[in-house]
């Protein structure tokens, strides 16, 4: 009768030992090499983070670095210039990083000289165009006045996302460029049914559509220049100097919000809603710059 179990001998305590310290071996290599697995693949994250921040780094500097972009014709004081008969005063495209050509004001002060600077996202924007621009249109076609508009996008942040005063400005270049003597009423037509401040504001569709209400006759190339974006570098760039200064030929040295409103160089703080002060302001700053001559026509208040 046998009890069971292996018939070979029992492990010497130097076998054991040994034994153990090949076991012991093993372990530390396996930890080594994970060790260098894991080391690697620590420095493979950290540089594909690296890379990652590089290229992040480098797309927001390309984005602040625009190409300077031409600008549309009949802009070149950054703003459209309407004379008498509502006749836009025409000049040629602004190159590539040129500088803009201020207009030159009537110095006898029997034209008054009106310039705005809007955004079309601004209520407040709204409201002086709305109650003013009849009466402007007035004085400008017979001669009274001119007026200067220099659209600008202020709000592009404040449209959930949509950038609709940035195309919007850029829209109103289009216009410009292509249909100058349709500008005001295209400038008139985006103030009508006016997106709030903080919606998306219009889609490119419905610019158009503001297009034809203008009577705008051939829009294709009005229309193509507004989904292209043509002049979306432009745009930018007329905002920042608007915001930087200065403001030729005027007591203000810079924009500081929509709508900034001068008449001979002389900033409106009136009331935006109110006409009859709006015309006793033109009236008063149109005074003050000519001592013997008399403004014929002279604007006075829509009735």
């Known amino acids: 009768m046998t009890n069971g179990g292996s018939n070979?001998?029992?492990p010497t305590r130097n076998q054991r030992r040994e034994a153990a310290r090949e076991k012991a071996r093993q372990l530390r290599e396996e930890q080594r090499k994970k060790d260098r697995r894991n080391k690697f693949l620590l420095q493979g994250g950290i540089g594909l983070a690296a890379i990652a921040i590089v290229a992040m780094v480098a797309l927001i500097i390309m984005n602040s670095i625009r190409p300077a972009g031409p600008g549309p014709a009949n802009m070149a004081s950054d703003g459209i210039l309407i004379g008498e008969g509502m006749q836009t005063v025409e000049t040629t495209a602004l190159k590539a990083g040129e500088e803009p050509l201020p207009s030159k004001p009537?110095?006898?002060?029997?034209?008054?000289?009106?310039?705005?600077y809007v955004?079309?996202?601004?209520?407040?924007c709204g409201r002086f165009e709305r109650a003013n621009s009849n009466q402007?249109?007035?004085w400008v076609d017979s001669g009274a006045a001119t007026v200067e508009i220099h659209p600008i996008s202020i709000l592009t942040s404040k449209s959930a996302g949509t950038q609709y005063s940035l195309r919007s400005a850029n829209a109103a270049a289009c216009v410009a460029n292509y249909s100058p003597n349709d500008f005001f009423a295209f400038n008139s037509a985006l103030f009508v049914d006016q997106p709030a401040e903080g919606?998306?504001?219009l889609s490119n569709e419905e610019i158009k559509g503001k297009v034809k209400d203008a009577g705008v006759k051939s829009t294709t190339a009005i229309d193509k220049c507004i989904d292209d974006m043509t002049f979306k570098s432009w745009a930018s760039d007329v905002t920042e100097r608007a915001l930087s200064g200065p403001i030729p030929n005027?007591?203000?040295?810079?924009?500081?919000?929509?709508?900034?409103?001068?008449?001979?160089?002389?900033?409106?703080t009136g009331a935006l809603d109110d006409p009859k002060e709006f015309a006793a302001f033109v009236l008063q700053a149109a005074g003050e710059t000519y001592s013997t001559s008399t403004p014929t026509p002279t604007p006075t208040p829509a009735g």
Request: proline fraction near 9%; charged fraction near 25%.
């Open 8 to 10: 070979e001998p029992r």
């Open 106 to 116: 009537d110095e006898t002060g029997t034209v008054a000289d009106i310039r705005v």
């Open 119 to 124: 955004d079309y996202l601004c209520p407040f």
């Open 136 to 138: 402007i249109k007035q």
């Open 199 to 201: 919606s998306p504001g």
């Open 250 to 268: 005027s007591e203000v040295k810079a924009v500081t919000g929509t709508p900034t409103v001068l008449v001979n160089g002389k900033q409106y």
